[in-house]
């Protein structure tokens, strides 16, 4: 695999106080990796920044070879890098179906006039957005809701809507942020294991998540961020054993996790 984000020494800051500070990280294709750190460690802003919503201080920000550091966020949505949010954003009163079909129209390539006149190019998109649409909905496990009101939903099936919503333009990338943040325990399994089908079908997750069980369970490759530098990277066996995340996350130092070992043989 080779990468298809590559973030080079990302730099922000606000009033002096460095919120990236030098970070630098790639995503291999075809892979889930987890981005995680204590609060404050940087993670909101390096997304922010990747995904356009806030403007870097310095570094670089490539895209499968491309250049998308100084574009806007619909420049860089449309580059094929997408993203969701902590809070989920889906139109309720609409249905499944129809909420996957509004995320795909602003990427197709029929404008209004072949809307309005029903050209074979409208007639195109519209059915190669079904056939995403309902591909998509069986690979989330939402089937049975594909003509169902979303309010209906709970707030873990609304949060793999959004996800199926991000998918629909084919992204090279999807960016998700704390995607099982306030969802019920039971609903967990149910993302992870969409994640995972998701994933063996080719696509590609960078996820921020303060869930590290659920990272270290799903993530090929986990980076650590702490006071907006980069404290650590490697697999999730890897970062759950480490003593510099232990001491980051849980203040526990290597000596007193070498000392708890002593006691407890």
Request: proline share 3%.
């Amino acid at each position: 695999m080779s990468a298809i984000l590559r973030v080079s020494d990302l730099r922000k800051s606000y009033s002096g106080i460095h919120a990236l500070d030098g970070v630098s990280f790639d995503v291999e294709g075809g892979s889930i990796t987890g981005l995680i750190g204590p609060n404050g460690s940087g993670k909101s802003t390096a997304i922010d920044c990747i995904s356009g919503f806030q403007k870097l201080d310095g570094g670089t920000v490539t895209l499968g070879g491309t250049d998308i550091t100084s574009r806007p966020a619909h420049l860089i949505a449309r580059a094929g890098l997408m993203r969701t949010f902590q809070t989920v954003r889906v139109y309720d009163r609409l249905s499944l179906a129809d909420n996957l079909a509004i995320a795909a129209q602003q990427f197709d390539p029929a404008g209004w006039i072949d809307e309005f006149l029903r050209t074979r190019r409208y007639r195109q998109a519209v059915e190669s957005s079904e056939q995403r649409a309902r591909q998509l909905v069986e690979l989330i496990g939402l089937q049975r809701y594909y003509e169902a009101e979303t309010g209906i939903l709970s707030y873990g099936q609304k949060k793999l809507v959004a996800l199926a919503a991000a998918l629909m333009p084919h992204p090279k990338i999807v960016v998700l942020d704390e995607p099982v943040a306030g969802v019920n325990p039971s609903r967990i399994r149910e993302i992870e294991v969409a994640l995972q089908q998701l994933n063996r079908a080719g696509e590609t997750f960078l996820i921020v998540e303060h869930n590290v069980e659920f990272i270290t369970t799903l993530c090929h490759q986990v980076i650590v961020l702490e006071q907006g530098r980069k404290l650590t990277e490697g697999t999730a066996a890897e970062i759950h054993t480490d003593p510099r995340v232990l001491e980051a996350y849980l203040g526990i130092t290597p000596e007193m996790a070498a000392a708890e070992v002593r006691g407890a043989a």
